[in-house]
């Protein structure tokens, strides 16, 4: 089966930047779609991006539209979420996800956190004012 662990969140101040990884072992996931999803505090989790099998396509949330960017590199088994112009708002747990079910259609990007059967223990990230 499939291990995920994210790591490189951290502290940052208002208008920053970072990048966050999510690592897997066990199996590549070079052929199962990807997404990352954030809980902050007293509120569910939610869908922040994807990204189909193949990294030809990705999908995200209204609120991160613009200024999120997820990406991966199959050779490194390894998934990323560039964040750029960070605000309060999105401070939250982050989460990576992967989902192993067989499709051929190329462009499939799941939306909902159901659809995704492995989940990485997060990463914090606090944006401070």
């Known amino acids: 089966q499939v291990q995920l662990v994210e790591s490189g969140g951290g502290l940052v101040q208002a208008g920053g930047s970072l990048r966050v990884s999510c690592a897997a072992s066990?199996?590549?996931?070079?052929?199962?779609?990807m997404g990352w999803f954030r809980q902050a505090p007293m509120k569910e989790r939610e869908f922040v991006a994807a990204i189909s099998w193949s990294g030809g396509y990705t999908v995200y949330a209204d609120s991160v539209k613009g200024r999120f960017t997820i990406s991966r590199d199959n050779a490194k088994n390894t998934v990323y979420l560039q964040m750029n112009s960070l605000q309060p708002e999105d401070t939250a747990v982050y989460y990576c996800?992967?989902?192993?079910?067989?499709?051929?259609?190329?462009?499939?990007?799941?939306?909902?956190?159901?659809?995704?059967?492995?989940w990485g223990q997060g990463t914090q990230l606090t944006v401070s004012s």
């Open positions: 066990g199996r590549t996931v070079s052929s199962y779609a």
């Open positions: 996800a992967a989902d192993s079910s067989v499709s051929r259609v190329d462009d499939y990007r799941p939306l909902k956190d159901w659809q995704y059967d492995y």
